[in-house]
């Protein structure tokens, strides 16, 4: 500082005590200040940088700066310092806060956060830097960030269980995300055969060898067995040293593994498999690692829980819909047999009906119930009298009356049935004509389902074809395929009896 006064001016008095107050408050701060002089010197150096560095003041004073930064911080402050001797006022270089690279006396880097300052006494050019440690507000940020990617992580978990029943897509997402937060040389979800009471591998990456991916473990064997076994998460720090517990899984045999984690997979107090992320080399998780995995085994036994609940109920759906079907066709037997000179007439019509709708282009939806309504299109006739049904024969006026009730009591008989309604086309319908002159209820043109338009062709044809009660000879083929043609436009559509005729084997 200038001193201009006599030694007895009051202002040295005051200037000595503001100077020794100055130099307490740089010495008692939080921040790290370190002063330099224009040749890059130390000259000043408080007793909180000492502490973040790890010298003491003699240890770095009259030092080059260079002994507590990087080299590339450190030719920042060297561009720095150039410029202050060119006389700039403001650097080009460094501007208000910046993140800088201090190096400890050990040797360790980290990350400050530094103000610098340029400041001017007795004619010569100082730089101030005020230094503050983000280490652990830098480690905090990571650890943020880890979190919410995280929970990110969690949320597409949660989207790809709750969006899809295919498991093999649901676990190759999870498996992927995993990977993708948590690292791991190689990761696998087993699931439980419970017929065969072991655990075969579902789905997983990183593994070098078929052999391990084909792998079946039982309860207890192996990290992956003895997870579910013990019911908590298995830690391998070092297989070298644990061989005798974990070598006698088949996914450790020629894989390469080091270390690992396995967790169980539980859900409702079932076990369904299990978990593991394998490393190739030595890996120790903290206690967040750790957390995040066994947290993912949640939505993991979800997504197995759900799709074994709904393969469950697919196959008592296929059970259910096997043993309706199988009804069917012992009530269209019984039909058959009820009537001697027609058996074998269901299951032949059946067989023509899908054929045809097949060549029409019909969805294999649609057939399913074109197939159902082809068995069952007698199924009014239980409501016919035996005198009716089998009377040897042309039919009088009354009988004809009686007769026709058929498709109104098989539509009666079966409305009330919800699995049978969509099949309901054919036993209501397949009387009526395309001009509109059939019965019950006189429908016309493309009124008339066309499954019912379908199988009055088929029925007609196979009428024609065998003997009846009312009619013993057969109609040789020439002949009913020139009905066909009369009768299109009539009794038929068209564009049916056309497609029919085009069908080889008739």
Not at 49 to 65: H, I, K, M, N, T
Not at 268 to 277: A, D, I, T, W
Not at 396 to 424: C, G, N, Q, V
Request: with cysteine; aromatic share 8%; charged share 25%.
């Amino acid at each position: 500082m200038p001193n201009n006064q006599a030694d007895d001016s009051p202002w040295v008095d005051s200037q000595a005590r503001f100077d020794a107050l100055l130099w307490t408050f740089v010495n008692v701060t939080s921040e790290a200040i370190v002063v330099i002089d224009d040749r890059q010197r130390i000259v000043l150096f408080n007793q909180a940088a000492q502490a973040v560095f790890g010298y003491s003041e003699l240890d770095v004073l009259g030092r080059p700066l260079d002994c507590l930064l990087t080299s590339d911080t450190a030719q920042l402050h060297k561009a720095l310092v150039e410029d202050f001797k060119l006389g700039n006022q403001e650097t080009r270089y460094m501007a208000g806060r910046r993140l800088i690279f201090g190096m400890k006396r050990d040797g360790e880097l980290f990350p400050a956060e530094a103000s610098i300052t340029k400041v001017e006494m007795n004619g010569r050019c100082y730089m101030a830097a005020v230094l503050r440690d983000v280490s652990e507000r830098q480690k905090a940020d990571v650890r943020h960030a880890a979190q919410v990617r995280r929970l990110a992580t969690l949320r597409s978990i949660d989207l790809a269980v709750a969006g899809s029943l295919d498991l093999r897509l649901t676990l190759n997402v999870i498996v992927d995300q995993i990977q993708r937060n948590l690292g791991g040389d190689a990761i696998c979800v087993c699931t439980l055969n419970r017929e065969s009471a072991h655990f075969e591998f579902a789905t997983g990456t990183g593994f070098h060898h078929v052999t391990s991916q084909n792998a079946s473990l039982k309860f207890g064997q192996g990290a992956l067995g003895l997870s579910v076994s013990e019911q908590r998460t298995i830690v391998i720090h070092d297989l070298d040293h644990e061989a005798s517990r974990f070598r006698p899984s088949p996914i450790f045999g020629s894989e390469g593994f080091v270390s690992g984690y396995a967790c169980p997979l539980m859900a409702k107090g079932r076990v369904l498999g299990s978990l593991g992320v394998f490393f190739r080399s030595e890996f120790v998780a903290d206690d967040e690692w750790v957390s995040f995995l066994e947290g993912l085994c949640g939505p993991i036994a979800v997504a197995l829980d759900d799709a074994m609940m709904f393969e469950q109920v697919q196959h008592a759906n296929f059970a259910l819909i096997k043993a309706y079907d199988a009804t069917i066709e012992g009530w269209s037997r019984a039909l058959d047999l009820r009537d001697k000179e027609t058996e074998g007439h269901s299951l032949r019509v059946t067989e023509l009906t899908v054929r045809l709708a097949r060549a029409l282009g019909l969805s294999e939806h649609d057939i399913v119930h074109i197939r159902r309504g082809a068995l069952l299109h007698d199924i009014g006739k239980m409501g016919i009298p035996d005198h009716v049904l089998l009377k040897a024969g042309p039919l009088t006026e009354d009988e004809w009356l009686i007769m026709r009730k058929h498709p109104t009591f098989a539509y009666e008989m079966l409305s009330p049935i919800d699995y049978l309604r969509p099949a309901l086309d054919i036993p209501y319908c397949h009387h009526e004509k395309w001009d509109g002159s059939g019965y019950p209820r006189g429908l016309k043109g493309e009124q008339i389902p066309i499954a019912a338009r379908i199988f009055a062709i088929v029925d007609v044809w196979d009428a024609l074809k065998h003997r009846r009660p009312y009619r013993k000879s057969v109609w040789p083929t020439k002949k009913v395929l020139s009905h066909f043609a009369r009768e299109r436009g009539h009794h038929f559509d068209p564009q049916v009896v056309d497609t029919f005729l085009e069908l080889s084997d008739l």
